[in-house]
């Protein structure tokens, strides 16, 4: 069984900093490219930013220059690296992890992804 889980959420004030936190594991589980997604209340969910092992990354206009994807050399962890935080960033952040082969174009589609972690809230308030 696949355990993908989140960390790091929290409630920061706008202009602060976030580092979310993903490992994905299981038993002979091995993973080719995972994600970062969000979903804000009454919005649909949105691919952030996204990371394949052998190359490509894709990022979210929305949060260019603000968020990092970075992956952990040889495991099946990544980090989402966030400055700047501004209130429209306040979401629940799901953590998805593929099996399969993506192309690049297909980094940021959900279907992409079999694996998901339950999510991690972020909220940005003063």
């Known amino acids: 069984q696949v355990q993908v889980v989140e960390s790091g959420g929290g409630l920061v004030q706008p202009g602060g900093s976030l580092r979310l936190s993903c490992t994905a594991s299981g038993r002979a589980f091995s993973s080719s490219a995972m994600a970062w997604f969000r979903q804000a209340p009454g919005k649909e969910r949105e691919c952030v930013a996204s990371?394949?092992?052998?190359?490509?990354?894709f990022v979210d206009k929305s949060v260019k220059g603000r968020f990092t994807v970075a992956r952990d050399n040889g495991k099946n962890t990544i980090y989402l690296q966030m400055n700047n935080l501004k209130p429209e960033d306040t979401a629940a952040y799901y953590c998805?992890?593929?099996?399969?082969?993506?192309?690049?174009?297909?980094?940021?589609?959900?279907?992409?992804?079999?694996?998901w972690g339950p999510g991690t809230q972020v909220t940005v308030s003063s």
């Open positions: 990371i394949r092992w052998r190359g490509g990354t």
């Open positions: 998805a992890a593929s099996t399969g082969s993506p192309i690049l174009s297909s980094l940021s589609d959900a279907s992409t992804y079999n694996h």
